[in-house]
C-alpha cells in the first residue's frame, strides 16, 4: 500500500472538498487557528514549510501575510494548481514548490522552520507516525508545528447518527467504502496522535475540532442557507472539549521546546 497522491483527480478533489461547505467550514476553522494563534507568535517574515499542501489553501495566505513559503506534495497537479494561484495573486517569488513525500524531505535539506503545516494528510499515509517524526525535525526549537487530521471519533459519530452501522470499525477504511467517495483511508484517533507527538518531546499547546456541527446538521440545507452563521457557530464550539473530540478533523497547535 502507498501513499495516496491525487494526480489525476485534483480537480475533482478541487471541487468535491473546496467547493463545497464542508470545504469552506474547513478552510475558515483553520485560518482562524493560524490567524489568532499561530501567525503572531511568529517572526516577521519568517520562512514555513506547508507539507502535503495541495492547492496552497493556507499557503496563500500565509504568503500574503508576508511570509515566505516552501509547499510540498505528492501530486504535481496539485502543486501546478497551487502555482497557478500564486501567480493570480502576485505572490510566486514568495514560494517554493518540491514534488515527493514527506518522508523524503530530509534529502532536499531544507534545515528547519520557525512553523510547520501539516493538514489533511495523516490520514492519507500508510504510516502516518513516521510522517509526524519528519515533520519534527523541521521545526527549529521553539518552533510551531499546526497538524490537523482526520479524526477516527468524528467519522465514527457521523456514521451513527447517519444509521450506517454497517460501516463501523474496519468497515470505515475498507477498499470498497474507499471507492464510494474520496474517504480518507486512515483515520487517526486524537490519542495516537498527541500520544506520538508526547514521544518526539512536543507539547500540545492547543486542540480543536473542525467542522464540529456542519457534519451533523438534520436538515443539511442549512450547510448552504446558513453558511455564514454555521461557520460563527463552528468557531465559537470548536474549542470546547466536548465538540471538539467529534469534529470530523481535528487541529493541534504543537510547540517544539527551546
Not at 518522508?103 to 494528510?121: K, P, R
Not at 451513527?160 to 467517495?181: H, I, P, Q, S
Request: charged share 25%; net charge neutral; hydrophobic share 40%.
Amino acid at each position: 500500500m502507498k501513499d495516496t497522491s491525487f494526480d489525476g483527480r485534483a480537480a475533482k478533489f478541487a471541487n468535491n472538498i473546496y467547493g463545497t461547505s464542508k470545504g469552506k467550514v474547513r478552510e475558515a476553522v483553520l485560518w482562524h487557528q493560524l490567524e489568532t494563534r499561530l501567525l503572531p507568535a511568529l517572526p516577521a517574515g519568517c520562512r514555513i514549510l506547508d507539507a502535503g499542501g495541495g492547492q496552497g489553501q493556507m499557503a496563500m495566505r500565509i504568503a500574503l501575510a508576508g511570509h515566505p513559503v516552501v509547499l510540498t506534495d505528492l501530486s504535481d497537479e496539485m502543486l501546478a494548481m497551487a502555482a497557478q494561484r500564486a501567480g493570480e495573486q502576485g505572490v510566486s517569488d514568495r514560494f517554493r514548490f518540491l514534488q515527493g513525500p514527506i518522508q523524503d524531505l530530509m534529502s532536499h535539506q531544507l534545515g528547519q522552520f520557525e512553523a510547520v503545516l501539516c493538514h489533511a494528510v495523516l490520514e492519507w499515509c500508510v504510516d502516518p507516525k513516521a510522517v509526524v517524526a519528519v515533520l519534527a525535525q523541521h521545526i527549529k526549537p521553539g518552533g510551531y508545528l499546526s497538524l490537523a487530521f482526520f479524526n477516527y471519533q468524528g467519522a465514527e459519530m457521523h456514521n451513527l447518527v447517519a444509521g450506517n452501522f454497517d460501516n463501523l470499525g474496519e468497515a470505515m477504511t475498507a477498499k470498497k467504502t474507499r471507492r464510494v467517495r474520496m474517504v480518507p483511508q486512515n483515520p487517526q484517533r486524537n490519542e495516537d496522535v498527541i500520544r506520538w507527538l508526547n514521544e518526539l518531546g512536543l507539547t500540545v499547546e492547543h486542540q480543536c475540532g473542525v467542522r464540529c456541527i456542519h457534519d451533523y446538521l438534520r436538515d443539511k440545507s442549512q450547510q448552504q442557507t446558513d453558511l455564514a452563521r454555521l461557520i460563527e457557530l463552528e468557531l465559537e464550539y470548536c474549542d470546547k472539549p466536548l465538540y471538539r473530540e467529534i469534529g470530523r478533523y481535528t487541529h493541534l497547535l504543537v510547540r517544539k521546546p527551546v
